[in-house]
């Protein structure tokens, strides 16, 4: 066996062993929480049977299934408005090279990706406490929550959204306005089914982070507005039931599979789809 045929298989397999042990440390915990769910023994590293009583008990957890709501409440909403002032504000960046102070909002945009949380939240905190003993609103809970929430999903989707502008013709929209279309027209005709991919790819990101964020909702939270994520980490801390907690993110990691499955799916799809156009359309031009 000569010596590059020798090097070609070493690397071939270093790197596959590399990649199954990546997996491994990713997913391995994972599994294993999964299966420690289901565990009849009351101590949660002694395993004592199959059973499903921990998830009987889930479903009859009012601090566990009221922190989930409001979870996703907040992390709807902080996706939606977050995919909505990060579509502007990539734009304005993207489209408009130049305006005033171009330098300081890109920089405002993209601090939170780079700003420690807990001085994000701390300073929201401060903030909105000195508003609150100014004008009396808003008080601690949902409204402070979505808040912090939308200041960092922000900072991300523009710049997903961003980076899915810059690839675009810009010859479409051009042609669009020679035809008399106004400009809201191209953006709602043109350029928004352009970049769909990439506010649905921001959209679940930003929700995403909001479903799983702790620091920024330790801050912003207040009596009765109490998260899953700060109800599992309360727990935890604590050493209350941890094998409930176990059922609790079981169940969060298989909706979230199930969930990025069917997105990449349709993202998959809607690629493939696309592509057939393209490659229609260049048969027809020949």
Partial sequence: MSRAVFSGRFASGFGRGWLVGGFLFLYLPMLTLIVYSFNKSPLPTVWGGFTLELYVKLANDGEILSGLWLSLKIAFWSATLSVVFGTMAAFALVKYKRFFARTFFSGMVN???????????????LMLVAIQKAVGLPERGFMTILLGHMVLGLAYGAVVI???????????????????????AVFCLVTLPMIAQSLASAWLLTFSLSLDDV?????????????????IFSRARLGLSSSSINAVATVTIVVVALCVTVASLIVARAERRRAAEISAAQRDQR
């Fill in 111 to 125: 601090a939170p990706l780079v700003m420690p949380e807990v001085i994000q939240g701390l300073s929201l905190l």
């Fill in 162 to 184: 961003s980076a899915r502008l810059q690839e675009l013709n810009p010859q479409l929209e051009e042609a669009a306005m020679d035809l008399g279309a106004r400009p809201w």
């Fill in 215 to 231: 620091v920024t909702s330790a801050f912003l939270s207040g009596p009765g507005a109490t998260t899953l994520p700060l109800v």
